[in-house]
């Protein structure tokens, strides 16, 4: 075991955090305190101005239908993932999920009652779902297409073309919602700015965007995040919401609030940080033999084919866990690809400083059996 391990498993990055969200947090907390007074407690659905911001954030980026009260302020993504998945289904509803796919959606989907359907995307295509694939995947059963883009953890980005193709063979299944995950939408590598669900034409009654700050906006442990859905359904979100839990709370909404004002500067900031362990990263894979057909336009991943390091005769799932547990004896963690649908692919993060990684990447060439000096 080595004695120090690195980390390259984490979901979150080594971000510091907005200058100007952290002083929107500050001046609520100062203003209670020197009114003598409790902190404000915010509307389950978030505070008007926020939603508002909100809303007009997705208008610039070409939603220019969507209005605040479409708008919901929820405890991180994970909380209004799970809140609209409640609500949509219902018992026997199947969840059609393109693989490799966040971890986190399987248990979501169980927990509110669904059945994940794994749809398995082929990284020799760079992970292309096509219209044909979708239409034969969809079934009378299928209430939900669950996409994150850009995709945890492939980085993969599907661009507004691949989106319209989709959304014309969603469009013929009446019973089926289509939720896009875009927390990672500020995170980008690609030439083009990830496209919102919101803003792809054709009807919009049954589509779902959530989203949050803790990525692509740096409030890692702030616990913010919001949905875009149909009035309705937006509405009953919220009502969820409040006869479960508590309101986000004022300062860290103001602080989201500033963020969402300062939103391209922000992102920008982090991907000119990223940039040299993104090359880093890639740039080792390649000497390993492991590089991505395609580098991943989004997020802060790498999902890398380490298939040929599974001890043959064994079972993926386990064999893949072992290769897991190899490498974190070498002294580096990364997530399992099993766990999101891909046993013998490594989801390694590049959000760390470039001494981690140099350590990391030491590790991963050791396990490798190729030379260290990546
Ligand atoms: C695709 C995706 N959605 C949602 C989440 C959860 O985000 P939050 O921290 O805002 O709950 C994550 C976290 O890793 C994620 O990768």
């Given at each position: 075991m080595s004695s120090q391990v690195v980390s390259l498993a984490s979901g979150y990055g080594n971000f510091a955090m907005p200058e100007v969200a952290l002083e929107a947090a500050k001046a609520a907390l100062r203003d209670a305190q020197a009114q003598g007074m409790p902190l404000a407690v915010s509307p389950a659905a978030g505070l008007p101005a926020l939603r508002e911001a909100l809303a007009r954030r997705?208008?610039?980026?070409?939603?220019?239908?969507?209005?605040?009260?479409?708008?919901?302020?929820?405890?991180?993504?994970?909380?209004?993932?799970?809140?609209?998945?409640?609500?949509?289904?219902?018992?026997?509803?199947?969840?059609?999920?393109?693989?490799?796919?966040?971890?986190?959606?399987?248990?979501?989907?169980?927990?509110?009652?669904?059945?994940?359907?794994?749809?398995?995307?082929?990284?020799?295509?760079?992970?292309?779902?096509?219209?044909?694939?979708?239409?034969?995947?969809?079934?009378?059963?299928?209430?939900?297409?669950?996409?994150?883009?850009?995709?945890?953890?492939?980085?993969?980005?599907?661009?507004?073309?691949?989106?319209?193709?989709?959304?014309?063979?969603?469009?013929?299944?009446?019973?089926?919602?289509?939720?896009?995950?875009?927390?990672?939408?500020?995170?980008?590598?690609?030439?083009?700015?990830?496209?919102?669900?919101?803003?792809?034409?054709?009807?919009?009654?049954?589509?779902?965007?959530?989203?949050?700050?803790?990525?692509?906006?740096?409030?890692?442990?702030?616990?913010v995040g919001c949905l875009v859905a149909p009035p309705a359904l937006a509405r009953a979100v919220a009502a969820r919401l409040f006869s479960t839990g508590a309101a986000v709370p004022v300062p860290n909404q103001l602080a989201a609030l500033a963020a969402t004002e300062h939103a391209a500067a922000i992102s920008r900031q982090l991907c000119e940080q990223l940039r040299p362990t993104r090359q880093r990263l890639l740039a080792a894979l390649a000497a390993l033999g492991a590089a991505p057909v395609l580098a991943p336009e989004g997020t802060y991943y790498v999902f890398a084919d380490f298939t040929r390091l599974l001890a043959p005769g064994v079972p993926p799932i386990e064999a893949s866990a072992d290769l897991v547990r190899r490498l974190a004896e070498a002294g580096v963690e990364v997530v399992d690809g099993a766990s999101c649908g891909a046993p013998g692919f490594l989801r390694l993060s590049y959000a760390v400083d470039a001494a981690a990684l140099q350590q990391a990447l030491a590790s991963l060439a050791a396990v490798a059996g190729r030379d260290a000096n990546v």
């Amino acid at each position: 075991m080595s004695s120090q391990v690195v980390s390259l498993a984490s979901g979150y990055g080594n971000f510091a955090m907005p200058e100007v969200a952290l002083e929107a947090a500050k001046a609520a907390l100062r203003d209670a305190q020197a009114q003598g007074m409790p902190l404000a407690v915010s509307p389950a659905a978030g505070l008007p101005a926020l939603r508002e911001a909100l809303a007009r954030r997705y208008q610039q980026r070409g939603a220019a239908g969507i209005t605040a009260e479409q708008v919901i302020i929820t405890g991180g993504a994970k909380t209004g993932l799970f809140a609209v998945l409640s609500e949509l289904l219902r018992p026997g509803d199947e969840v059609l999920l393109p693989t490799p796919n966040w971890f986190g959606f399987f248990d979501l989907v169980r927990r509110a009652g669904g059945t994940v359907r794994e749809l398995p995307l082929a990284p020799a295509h760079s992970y292309a779902l096509t219209p044909g694939q979708l239409r034969a995947a969809l079934t009378p059963a299928t209430r939900l297409l669950l996409l994150s883009n850009p995709n945890n953890p492939t980085g993969r980005v599907y661009s507004r073309t691949e989106w319209e193709a989709l959304l014309a063979v969603a469009d013929e299944f009446p019973g089926l919602w289509v939720l896009s995950d875009e927390i990672y939408e500020g995170i980008c590598f690609g030439p083009a700015p990830v496209p919102t669900l919101l803003a792809l034409p054709g009807p919009a009654a049954q589509r779902v965007v959530v989203s949050g700050f803790s990525k692509s906006l740096a409030l890692t442990g702030w616990g913010v995040g919001c949905l875009v859905a149909p009035p309705a359904l937006a509405r009953a979100v919220a009502a969820r919401l409040f006869s479960t839990g508590a309101a986000v709370p004022v300062p860290n909404q103001l602080a989201a609030l500033a963020a969402t004002e300062h939103a391209a500067a922000i992102s920008r900031q982090l991907c000119e940080q990223l940039r040299p362990t993104r090359q880093r990263l890639l740039a080792a894979l390649a000497a390993l033999g492991a590089a991505p057909v395609l580098a991943p336009e989004g997020t802060y991943y790498v999902f890398a084919d380490f298939t040929r390091l599974l001890a043959p005769g064994v079972p993926p799932i386990e064999a893949s866990a072992d290769l897991v547990r190899r490498l974190a004896e070498a002294g580096v963690e990364v997530v399992d690809g099993a766990s999101c649908g891909a046993p013998g692919f490594l989801r390694l993060s590049y959000a760390v400083d470039a001494a981690a990684l140099q350590q990391a990447l030491a590790s991963l060439a050791a396990v490798a059996g190729r030379d260290a000096n990546v």
